[in-house]
T-cell receptor, first 114, second 113 residues
Framework: SQKIEQNSEALNIQEGKTATLTCNYT??????LQWYRQDPGRGPVFLLL?????KEKRKERLKVTFDTTLKQSLFHITASQPADSATYLCALEGYGGSQGNLIFGKGTKLSVKP | EAQVTQNPRYLITVTGKKLTVTCSQN?????MSWYRQDPGLGLRQIYY???????DKGDVPEGYKVSRKEKRNFPLILESPSPNQTSLYFCASSFAGADTEAFFGQGTRLTVV
């Protein structure tokens, strides 16, 4: 079955630096990959989606890359702020391409220190 | 306001007492799903539905039931809850079609004693 791995459970960085989070997947070739932000005790909130034919996508201070050869997506937050502290989840469509069947990684908890 | 609404937000119950967690969305989404989230295990899908009267099992369906009689509602039923179903539950919905974002409810924290 497909597997999603977010390499770091936690990432601590200094304010102003760039945070880089990694998402790897195996046994599947998804048509797209999504990134979500989750604050403690709250539901995930959608941030960005990148398609298999897109190498890079940007939204304000966020940048996502998608390397289908490496089976990896990188999520960058530039000029990070303490308010960016949260858990970030990557997700892709489940096996069989059912869009209602999103599979999530376990997440990376980002802490940005002032 | 576009939203996914879950009720209740918090629930403490006893083993074996049937319960239902409701989920409703006002965005006319075709897809709806239920997840549970546990420390160290992340979000795991319980059931999903691609439209009215169409449901399918996710990764951890044992001990749960769902129904989709109306497009906007997707209740999660625990017929005989057990302590290992203590968890944080999320309902989500999205449009059909490729690459659409999912909208999540506020979560239901369930404790089974």
């Amino acid at each position: 079955s497909q597997k999603i791995e977010q390499n770091s459970e936690a990432l601590n960085i200094q304010e102003g630096k760039t945070a880089t989070l990694t998402c790897n997947y195996t046994n599947y070739s998804p048509a797209y990959l999504q990134w979500y932000r989750q604050d403690p005790g709250r539901g995930p909130v959608f941030l960005l989606l990148i398609r298999e034919n897109e190498k890079e996508k940007r939204k304000e201070r966020l940048k996502v890359t998608f390397d289908t050869t490496l089976k990896q997506s990188l999520f960058h937050i530039t000029a990070s702020q303490p308010a960016d502290s949260a858990t970030y989840l990557c997700a892709l469509e489940g096996y069989g391409g059912s869009q209602g069947n999103l599979i999530f990684g376990k997440g990376t908890k980002l802490s940005v220190k002032p | 306001e576009a939203q996914v609404t879950q009720n209740p937000r918090y629930l403490i119950t006893v083993t074996g007492k049937k319960l239902t967690v409701t989920c409703s969305q006002n965005m006319n989404h075709e897809y709806m799903s239920w997840y549970r989230q546990d420390p160290g295990l992340g979000l795991r899908q319980i059931y999903y539905s691609m439209n009215v009267e169409v449901t399918d099992k996710g990764d951890v369906p044992e001990g749960y039931k769902v129904s989709r009689k109306e497009k906007r509602n997707f209740p999660l039923i625990l017929e005989s809850p057990s302590p290992n179903q203590t968890s944080l539950y999320f309902c989500a919905s999205s449009f059909a079609g490729a690459d659409t974002e999912a909208f999540f409810g506020q979560g239901t924290r369930l404790t089974v004693v």
